[in-house]
């Protein structure tokens, strides 16, 4: 909403969950709409109310599994409605559940972890007999354990980690008698700064309107989480296997690669990808890219400039995750007050710092402060 609205396009945000920062933002309304999971004929109709509320034919740009899924479900219906790639959208949703992605992946050669899709306890002991551990299992969705029971220890989690079979079992069986299905891999070893992001759009002909490759120099949660910080990098490697594999699937639309380089044998590895706008996409922009708009104009049939990453230099920060981030890499003994906050020395670019937008930048400072002395005195208890 932000970046396009600054190229002058009237932006509004569309979501189902009020809490999001959407409602806040000054850079366009946002608009509650039902659950599409769960009330997927009321979300097309409200679709379409919204479209002749706005009036001509909007551009759709998800930036959440859900609307992925949900825009790729009901393409049909909305496509005389709404403006995006009817021919990419099913692809989008497909590679939106891990089970499909990394099938897709292992099919085009893309280097993967050992990966397989589980629908029984039968099916993860049959894994767990010829697995390297540690492994971990997560949902084929994200959202299919959001909905777990709120005493359920994996709800809302995105992964779960395993140090032996025992554990995997272990982890298993708390989401088993909701969802069996699951997926489990073998982890790839490594620190958080060994993990990459690749940021791309795709034009309707097929061709790269622009990319860039960035390096996370620290997540939340430690470990398996999103990044809280990352650099613009040049790493042709990524790029050209990113390349080839979206160019092998015709893919269409903006799309991040989460990747790590495994430091057991040096080779780059698939973790996931995100068929969407997603929130480290946004340091393109302050790396000379604007993917968005790049995208926008594609879909409208507008000539798109050709951008290349130019500035590599900055800092990419999501305060969100920062705040939680310290305490947990300070009992981990990976960081110091003084690197911690020598990060922040400029040049940097934030996500969600814009005092033009203060009241989403005000909570989340409010945020990001209570997270921040939540790890500090549990730090200091520990040290204790």
Not at 236 to 242: G, N, Q, R, V
């Amino acid at each position: 909403m932000r970046d396009l609205s600054r190229r002058g396009v009237r932006a509004f945000g569309v979501d189902c969950l009020p809490s999001h920062a959407g409602f806040r933002s000054r850079y366009g309304k946002s608009f509650l709409c039902p659950d599409p999971d769960r009330q997927p004929a009321e979300w097309v109709a409200f679709m379409k109310s919204l479209a002749r509320e706005l009036g001509g034919k909007p551009v759709i740009v998800p930036a959440a599994d859900i609307f992925v899924t949900a825009l790729g479900h009901h393409a049909s219906e909305l496509q005389s409605d709404y403006c995006f790639s009817p021919d990419s959208v099913a692809l989008q949703a497909a590679l939106a559940t891990k089970e499909q992605q990394y099938a897709l992946a292992a099919k085009a050669g893309f280097p993967c972890p050992r990966t397989e899709p589980i629908r029984n306890r039968a099916g993860l002991e049959a894994f767990c007999r010829g697995a390297r551990f540690p492994c971990l299992i997560k949902p084929r969705s994200q959202r299919e354990w959001e909905v777990l029971p709120e005493d359920n220890p994996l709800r809302g989690k995105k992964i779960a980690t395993a140090e032996n079979a025992a554990e995997l079992l272990q982890r298993y069986s708390h989401a088993e008698p909701f969802q069996p299905h699951a997926v489990v891999q073998e982890i790839i070893a490594g620190p958080d700064d060994a993990k990459y992001c690749y940021l791309s759009a795709y034009g309707r002909n097929r061709e790269r309107l622009g990319h860039c490759v960035v390096r996370q120099l620290r997540t939340h949660p430690l470990g398996f989480g999103s990044a809280s910080m990352v650099q613009p990098v040049v790493d042709e490697e990524i790029a050209e296997m990113c390349d080839r594999f979206l160019r092998s699937l015709g893919y269409v639309g903006i799309c991040e690669i989460e990747l790590k380089r495994d430091t057991r044998d040096g080779k780059v590895r698939l973790i996931e990808v995100n068929p969407r706008w997603s929130v480290t996409a946004d340091c393109g922009r302050y790396a000379g890219l604007d993917l968005g708009w790049q995208h926008y104009l594609d879909l409208i049939g507008e000539p798109v400039p050709a951008l290349t990453a130019t500035r590599f230099d900055l800092r990419h920060i999501v305060l969100y995750r920062e705040g939680p981030a310290f305490g947990q890499y300070l009992d981990a003994g990976l960081t110091t007050w003084r690197k911690w906050w020598g990060a922040y020395l400029p040049p940097v670019a934030f996500f969600d710092f814009d005092w033009r937008d203060w009241k989403v930048t005000g909570k989340t400072v409010y945020d990001a402060v209570r997270a921040l002395a939540g790890g500090i005195l549990r730090h200091w208890k520990l040290r204790r």
